[in-house]
Structure formats: C-alpha cells, structure tokens
C-alpha cells in the first residue's frame, strides 16, 4: 500500500505540474471558480512560502534526509502501525518525493493552485500537508482516546483495583 499510494502521489503530482508547463505561460492565471480557485502558473526556486529561496542543494539535502527517515520509520513500524498511520505516512512521502524529484530535475517547483488566502500550491503540497492534517487528528482524537483509556481506572491513582 505505501509504495502505491506514494506513487499514485508522485505519479499525480508530476501530470499536474506538466499539464500546468505545456498548457500555460509562466505567470499566467486562469478563473476555474471565480473568487475561489484559479490556476496561477508560478515557480516556486524555495519552499513553502517561498523560504530559502534560492537554496535547492539544502532543501534537496533536507528533503532528502527527512524522505529517508519517513521511509525507515515506516518500514520498522509497518506490521503494527494503523493503517491509518500508514496511509497518512504514504502520502506525506508521495508529496515529499514528488517536490524533490521538481527541484533535482529543473531546480524549482510548479506552484499552480490559487484558492486566495495561502500562497499557490501544487498537488505534492496537498498531499504532504493533508497527510499531516490527517495524521494529527487521527493521533489527538482517535489513538489519544485508545491510549487514555488504558490508564488507571477512575478513583485510582496507580491503577489498582481498590
């Protein structure tokens, strides 16, 4: 499942970015829903909203180290790890490798994505950060509740029975 889920990322990411390059003029905006989403051709030489601007070895470097150690821990965990975990994991990798891939081919990600209140995004950033969003809310308000629960039953302070 994570090598399909991370391909399906990559796989999506790099179509959209290419479609976006063949169809469109660099700084080019089109209306898809008025006042809610245009496409707005931008490259993007840094990371999300536009730090490091001009750094790709680091943020290949970075990207490269942070990609590795997702891919240990979900190969050390796999076989008892959620399948939630594992999908939200899958898919923050899939956005992960599918910017890295941008930056060491052309040196700079397609950013296309205006929804008007955050900077313009691609395909990659969605999966990575609703990887995260998911990951999280999973964590805080499912696998929390499971974790509380098996703590001292109520009325104790060490978990005996009294």
């Known amino acids: 499942m994570f090598f399909a889920v991370a391909a399906l ?3 999506l990411d790099m179509y959209t970015k290419r479609l976006v390059e063949t169809a469109m003029t660099l700084g ?3 209306t898809v829903i008025p006042g809610l989403l245009d496409l707005h051709f931008l490259q993007n030489y840094g990371a999300a909203y536009s730090i490091l601007q001009n750094r790709v ?3 290949l470097v970075f990207t490269g180290i942070l990609l590795a150690g997702i891919a240990v821990y979900y190969f050390r965990t796999r076989k008892k790890a959620p399948l939630v975990e594992r999908l939200c994991l899958s898919l923050i990798f899939g956005g992960g490798c599918g910017n890295f891939i941008s930056r060491a081919v052309v040196g700079c990600v397609t950013d296309f994505l205006d929804i008007h209140i955050i ?3 691609n395909v990659a950033d ?3 950060t609703g990887g995260c969003i998911l ?3 999973y964590y805080f308000f499912f696998e929390g509740k499971k974790s509380g629960a098996a703590e001292a039953p109520e009325g104790t302070d ?3 029975q009294q």
Do not use: H, K, W, Y
């Open 28 to 30: 080019e905006t089109r």
């Open 9 to 11: 990322s990559i796989a």
């Open 119 to 121: 900077p313009v995004f």
């Open 57 to 59: 070895d680091f943020l």
């Open 126 to 128: 969605i999966c990575v």
């Open 135 to 137: 990951l999280l809310i």
């Open 158 to 160: 060490d978990g005996r």
